[in-house]
C-alpha cells in the first residue's frame, strides 16, 4: 500500500506521484543529475517516466555555485586522470543510500521496485549504489558516466547481483567522459549475473531523444518482468 509523498529526506528533491494502473505496484525512480547542476535537471524527464514510477530528483549535497551542485568535487591532471575528493564521494553516497531507503519506506515501495538513475556523475552514484549496496535497489539507469576505482573494494560479491538489471548508454562522441569508460562499466557488469542492456548512440555529452524513448522502453519492460529471485 503507498503511502503519503515523502515531505523530508536528507537531500533536497522534486517528485512526481506514481499513478500506477489498478492492482499494480508502484515503483520509484530516482534521478540524479551531473556536475554543475540541480534537481530540476533530470526533473524534466518526468513527463516520459512510465506512469507506475514515483519519480525523485535529488539535489547532489555540496554547492558549487548558484543552483549548482556536485556529488563530489574532483581534479583531473595533466595526463587526463581524474583524481576525486574522496569524504564528499563518501558522504555523498552514504547520503544517497539513506534517502533511497527513506523515500522507498515513506512511499511503501520495495526494494525490488527501486531504480536509480544519474546522468554523468549521477549516474556515477547510480552505478555505485548498485555495486555497492545491490540489496537496496532492483536496478540502475546509467547515462554518459564512469566506474570510481576507489570504491571497487567495497563492491558487493557476485551473487549479490543475481536478479538485478541495468542500463547503460554513451555517446560515440562523448567529449566529456570517453566512451572507453561505458566500456569499461559494460565490462565490470556485464561479468556479473545481472540483465545489462548496453547501448551507444551518435551524440556528445547529451541524453539523445532516442536513447531517452529506449531507455524509457526499459523501465516499462522492467516492471513487467519480475527478477528470478523475485519468484
Request: glycine share 8%; aromatic share 8%; proline share 8%.
Amino acid at each position: 500500500m503507498t503511502s503519503l509523498p515523502p515531505t523530508s529526506l536528507p537531500l533536497g528533491f522534486l517528485q512526481r506521484p506514481a499513478q500506477p494502473a489498478p492492482g499494480q505496484p508502484a515503483w520509484l525512480l530516482v534521478l540524479m543529475h551531473g556536475v554543475g547542476s540541480n534537481e530540476q535537471d533530470l526533473f524534466g524527464l518526468a513527463a516520459y517516466v512510465p506512469p507506475q514510477f514515483h519519480v525523485i530528483s535529488l539535489r547532489a549535497p555540496f554547492a558549487l555555485g548558484q543552483g549548482a551542485f556536485a556529488w563530489f568535487q574532483f581534479t583531473v591532471s595533466a595526463d587526463g586522470v581524474r583524481h576525486i575528493h574522496a569524504p564528499q564521494e563518501q558522504q555523498a553516497r552514504a547520503l544517497v543510500q539513506q534517502t533511497v531507503e527513506q523515500a522507498a519506506q515513506q512511499l511503501g515501495v520495495a526494494p525490488e521496485h527501486v531504480v536509480l538513475g544519474g546522468f554523468s556523475q549521477g549516474g556515477i552514484m547510480a552505478l555505485s549504489q548498485l555495486l555497492t549496496q545491490p540489496q537496496t535497489l532492483r536496478a540502475a539507469v546509467i547515462w554518459h558516466s564512469r566506474l570510481l576505482p576507489e570504491i571497487a573494494h567495497l563492491h558487493a560479491p557476485a551473487q549479490a547481483f543475481e536478479g538485478k538489471s541495468a542500463w547503460v548508454s554513451h555517446g560515440s562522441y562523448d567529449n566529456v567522459i570517453p566512451l572507453t569508460s561505458a566500456h569499461a562499466i559494460r565490462d565490470k557488469l556485464g561479468a556479473l549475473p545481472l540483465e545489462l542492456s548496453y547501448h551507444e548512440y551518435a551524440g556528445a555529452h547529451e541524453i539523445r531523444p532516442e536513447e531517452l524513448r529506449a531507455s524509457m522502453h526499459w523501465l516499462q519492460d522492467l516492471t513487467e518482468l519480475e527478477p528470478e529471485t523475485g519468484q
